[in-house]
């Protein structure tokens, strides 16, 4: 093998180095929504970022903040933010403005759930305490 291609093979290597650490970094990076659609009844609208057409909302819908909501007449809407677990069930003709953990300025008539998952009880770590032992 000649220099020319060791040097061709170094150069390949590390554009597809290059390549598959910036397609890591943009997987990874955080969502930007902040609520989903568990559920509806009737019919509901989103605008996006409160400006221009309205779109139907369904169950499972991504909502991001500043995005303005609409439930129409005999519709309800469930959703939950994803940060804080927040559960808000919107009534009929309601219109609110999604928030990145919460709504704000939220009526008395919407009912809010707040969830918690109980995270396991840690352990304490000792070392040289019990001992375990395989079986043969």
Known sequence: MDISQRYLEKITFLILSIILLALGNVFAQEADYS???????????????GKGKEFSIE?????YPGDVIKTEDNSTLT??????NRL???????NFTVGKTKTDNVPADV??????????????????G???RARF
């Open 35 to 49: 609520a989903i659609v568990l559920d509806i009844v009737g019919k509901a609208s989103v605008q996006q970022n």
């Open 59 to 63: 169950s499972g819908d991504l909502l």
């Open 79 to 84: 959703i939950e933010y994803i940060e804080s």
């Open 88 to 94: 808000e069930k919107w009534p009929q003709g309601k």
């Open 111 to 128: 009912k809010i759930t707040e969830r918690s998952i109980p995270l396991p009880k840690k352990e304490p770590f000792h070392m040289g």
């Open 130 to 132: 019990d001992v375990m």
